[in-house]
């Protein structure tokens, strides 16, 4: 199975980013122009929060706030764990599912944003690991 960090460098895309005082319309633009479902929420080079569709749904939509006169600072999860590069993808798997998150930052230890996984950048690749293993183990029994 890959590491978190050849996980990270298998990503072409560069991460999608706003500031806490970007409007939540501004947010959910980048969201679809980037096609992700959450955004690292980057106060100059310091990450200050994750912002992400559920945090739409249940903070604008659901208490009758406007996206275009809310500013992202308001409604973004703003206690926002964290893992290096070097953590094992169980140990990413662990987090997210304990903690409820479906988006994880990673970053370095001088606080440098290096990244974001998904759950379902999990599961790609625990299946990816999961067909080389059985496709192995058929050549084996086969020969």
């Known amino acids: 199975m890959k590491t978190l960090k050849q996980m990270l460098a298998a990503k072409t895309r560069q991460l999608?980013?706003?500031?806490?005082?970007d409007s939540v319309f501004h947010a959910l633009n980048v969201m679809a122009a980037n096609d992700v479902g959450a955004l690292l929420v980057l106060d100059g080079e310091q990450l200050v929060g994750v912002f992400s569709e559920r945090?739409?749904?249940?903070?604008?939509?659901?208490?009758?706030?406007t996206s275009k006169e809310t500013q992202v600072r308001e409604i973004m999860s703003d206690k926002v764990a964290y893992v290096p590069p070097s953590a094992s993808l169980d140990e990413c798997r662990a987090l997210m599912t304990e903690k409820h998150f479906r988006h994880?930052?990673?970053?370095?230890?001088?606080?440098?944003v290096?990244?974001?996984?998904s759950i379902g950048d999990l599961v790609k690749e625990t299946i990816s690991s999961q067909q080389f293993l059985i496709a192995e183990l058929e050549r084996?029994?086969?020969?």
């Open 16 to 21: 999608a980013v706003v500031a806490p005082s």
């Open 140 to 143: 084996y029994i086969a020969s």
């Open 55 to 65: 945090d739409y749904a249940r903070k604008i939509i659901l208490q009758g706030k």
């Open 114 to 117: 290096v990244g974001l996984i």
């Open 104 to 112: 994880l930052p990673v970053m370095e230890e001088d606080g440098t």
